[in-house]
């Protein structure tokens, strides 16, 4: 059972996001799902970069593994003591970056960091092809939270970066 900490704030109706308040609840829904069965938790076997980012104002840390083939990502695991963000937001994007380049995880992270600017800043089809990712918009009215999306960005960045 999720502490009330792990679970993301209600965006309220009002929010820009959407007219459709169920919208709001279904990026809600999105968040919570990767967060109860996140997708790629564990450990790899043979990664060719493993970082560690902390978060020290509310002490979530991840530990994310790639397994990079030259320019091309592999394979990729996270282990996170973290909230409900941090842990579907490594489930969402390591899922989209499998399998891509390191610029195609560049580019998802750079549309990652518009939407938490606001929506607006990313484009429709931008927004129609992060598929679940888009549910990260809901965090970007709570700039507490969005340190939580950039824990995960910023350790693929420095994995890949290696």
């Given at each position: 059972?999720p502490?009330?900490?792990?679970?993301p704030p209600p965006v309220?109706?009002?929010?820009?996001l959407?007219?459709?308040?169920?919208?709001?609840?279904?990026?809600?829904e999105?968040?919570?799902?990767?967060?109860?069965?996140?997708?790629?938790?564990?450990a790899?076997?043979a990664?060719?970069?493993?970082?560690?980012?902390?978060?020290?104002?509310c002490?979530?840390?991840l530990?994310?593994?790639?397994?990079?083939?030259?320019?091309?990502i592999?394979?990729a695991?996270f282990?996170a003591?973290?909230?409900s963000i941090?842990?579907?937001?490594?489930s969402?994007?390591?899922?989209?970056?499998?399998?891509?380049?390191?610029?195609d995880?560049?580019?998802v992270?750079?549309?990652?960091?518009?939407l938490?600017?606001?929506?607006a800043a990313?484009?429709?089809?931008?927004?129609?092809?992060?598929?679940?990712?888009?549910?990260?918009a809901?965090v970007?009215?709570?700039?507490?939270?969005k340190?939580?999306?950039?824990?995960?960005?910023?350790?693929?960045s420095?994995?890949?970066a290696?």
């Open positions: 059972m502490l009330s900490a792990d679970v309220p109706v009002s929010a820009p959407s007219p459709d308040p169920g919208v709001a609840s279904l990026y809600q999105i968040i919570l799902s990767h967060y109860r069965a996140p997708q790629h938790k564990g790899l076997r990664p060719t970069a493993t970082v560690e980012h902390r978060n020290p104002l002490g979530d840390v530990t994310l593994q790639l397994q990079q083939d030259g320019d091309r592999v394979d695991a282990s003591r973290a909230c941090t842990q579907a937001t490594a969402m994007l390591l899922h989209r970056v499998i399998g891509g380049t390191v610029a995880a560049l580019a992270m750079a549309q990652i960091e518009r938490l600017d606001g929506p990313v484009t429709a089809p931008e927004l129609e092809a992060l598929g679940d990712l888009r549910s990260l809901s970007a009215r709570f700039p507490a939270r340190a939580c999306v950039r824990l995960v960005t910023g350790a693929i420095e994995a890949v290696r």
